[in-house]
């Protein structure tokens, strides 16, 4: 949450010193403001970063890791935090004069099912390894400048590692 003020406007405590602790105090504002955030219709925000890059990336968590490891340390990047936007899986979608839809319903935290997970983790993986689905040709620019163009050799002009699709090998 960002930018949240309170002010008290009415605050009726009673007048002996026994309910002036802080455990008294601390949990009736803290149910007082949560009731005011989810009045004043929250909406779902994620983080988003300013990059000057054109990256073939589904997420950039291990990117860092990844691009230190290939390039053995004499490439680094940085990511900067530039702003706040709604998310696309945002529950409460904007509607013109109604902030929320009525029709929605916020159901409690679930665990994931274990095929959503273990789904999740392999696509991950997959990414982070370059194992892609498909057919692949030798002709692919595409996947041969991911391959040949981030590590080369100086002297020899070849790839100092060895990148392994379903259909072939780079080398």
């Given at each position: 949450?960002?930018?949240?003020?309170?002010?008290?406007?009415?605050?009726?405590?009673?007048?002996?010193?026994?309910?002036?602790?802080?455990?008294?105090?601390?949990?009736?504002?803290?149910?007082?403001?949560?009731?005011?955030?989810?009045?004043?219709?929250?909406?779902?925000?994620?983080p988003v970063h300013y990059v000057e890059a054109f990256l073939p990336i589904?997420?950039?968590?291990?990117?860092?890791?990844?691009?230190?490891?290939?390039?053995?340390?004499?490439?680094?990047?940085?990511?900067?935090?530039?702003?706040?936007?709604?998310?696309?899986?945002?529950?409460?979608?904007?509607?013109?004069?109604?902030?929320?839809?009525?029709?929605?319903?916020?159901?409690?935290?679930?665990?994931?099912?274990?095929?959503?997970?273990?789904?999740?983790?392999?696509?991950?993986?997959?990414?982070?390894?370059?194992?892609?689905?498909?057919?692949?040709?030798?002709?692919?620019e595409l996947y041969r400048a991911c391959a040949l163009g981030w590590v080369?050799?100086?002297?020899?002009?070849?790839?100092?590692?060895?990148?392994?699709?379903?259909?072939?090998?780079?080398?």
């Amino acid at each position: 949450m960002r930018n949240d003020k309170f002010k008290i406007v009415d605050a009726r405590i009673t007048p002996e010193p026994l309910h002036h602790e802080s455990d008294q105090i601390i949990p009736t504002a803290r149910r007082a403001a949560l009731s005011a955030f989810l009045k004043a219709t929250p909406r779902l925000m994620e983080p988003v970063h300013y990059v000057e890059a054109f990256l073939p990336i589904i997420e950039p968590f291990g990117f860092e890791t990844n691009l230190r490891s290939y390039t053995k340390g004499q490439a680094f990047c940085l990511l900067v935090f530039d702003h706040w936007a709604i998310s696309l899986r945002d529950p409460c979608p904007i509607v013109p004069g109604d902030p929320l839809e009525k029709g929605i319903v916020l159901k409690p935290l679930e665990p994931a099912p274990i095929q959503h997970l273990a789904r999740e983790s392999m696509v991950k993986t997959s990414s982070e390894k370059m194992i892609m689905s498909g057919d692949r040709n030798d002709d692919d620019e595409l996947y041969r400048a991911c391959a040949l163009g981030w590590v080369a050799d100086t002297v020899t002009r070849r790839p100092l590692y060895t990148i392994q699709f379903n259909s072939y090998t780079l080398k």
